[in-house]
């Protein structure tokens, strides 16, 4: 079983650990204790803290929450602890020291209860649904705004993508063996570069998903969210656990270990062959292809066995969906978001 049916699985990945972290960092209650010298250390960037020591901080840190505030966590609320530990996703290094502490089994332990408490907020329900079909957004910087929509011409930029993908392959051939040599290329694991159109969904009071939660975000101030619809009932696959992950690589495989080799050697220490999905093939099958903000904090920076092989899920967003398929249309008028702080997602409505 997967989240929410069991609240351990959001345990069992780094980005799921990392938000129930940032969950007890944002819900102490008044005169809570300081977390601890052993976090103090690895905070300070430290990674050699026992993890008994971290798990038994960690696991009075987690007593002091007030986890009945994450229970009554709002949908924006509840994003924004997702928004930390997509801040902290990296695949081109090391884990950071906390994502390294928090890898340890007794110490990710400790955060059960606050696992536990996400399964039953009403904020979170969402998490582990499919593609919001009447609230799809596709974001866009302002300063692009004069290209428009980029809705069509999906085939020729898959072929494109997968063609760039194939020579990427081919020239890294020349880049070192050893995984542990200074080298760094492609780390991502989504078409996120091909060109096809992304979406992530409205929600109240903020413009789309992906405002708030991007990995290795530009960083951009100001963005124009599009509404848009599928002109018929889209084939979609739906990634909402590791699993489904894994098959989707199995079933479209397409062999990037040489030219993923050394960024994701360091995220995972796996030293061999590696797979990700041709999203070329899968569109003769399916229209989009979605992930849930479930599946997204129980996949993401994992490295998951394909036979004798693995596979990553890196540089895609919770609740994203790409589009493999011209089936989208523009269903209204673009709404302009700037980012000042004002908000708990950091981002307001504002006049164009």
Known sequence: MVWPEDPGSL?????????????????????????????????L?????????LAAELGTAVAWADLDAVAAMSDVASLAAVADSVDTAMYWQPPDAVDQALAHTDVAAALRPVAQAVTGAPGARWWSGGVELDAQRYVQPVGESGKGLVLSETAGRLAAWLAAEAEDERSAALRP????????????????WSGVASTTRALPDLGAVQLAAMEDSPGQDEMRCWPVKPRQVPRIYEIAEPDHWIALAARYPLDVSKSRRHDWWKITGWPGRWLMPDYAAA????????????????????????????????AWDPDETYWLTDILAPAGPPARWVRDGSTQVDWRLAPF
Request: charged share 20%; glycine share 12%.
């Open 283 to 314: 569109a003769a099958d399916y229209d989009a292809i979605h992930l849930t903000v479930g599946g997204y904090l129980t996949t993401a920076g994992e490295a998951l066995p394909v036979n004798d092989a693995r596979c990553l899920l890196a």
């Open 11 to 43: 345990l069992t990945g780094p980005r799921g650990r990392r938000m129930c972290w940032s969950l007890v960092e944002s819900v102490g209650r008044p005169a809570r204790p300081p977390i601890g010298p052993a976090w103090e250390q690895v905070q």
């Open 45 to 53: 960037g430290s990674r050699g803290a026992d993890s008994a020591e």
């Open 177 to 192: 063996s050893d995984p542990a040599a200074p080298y760094s290329g492609h780390w991502w694991s989504s078409p996120k």
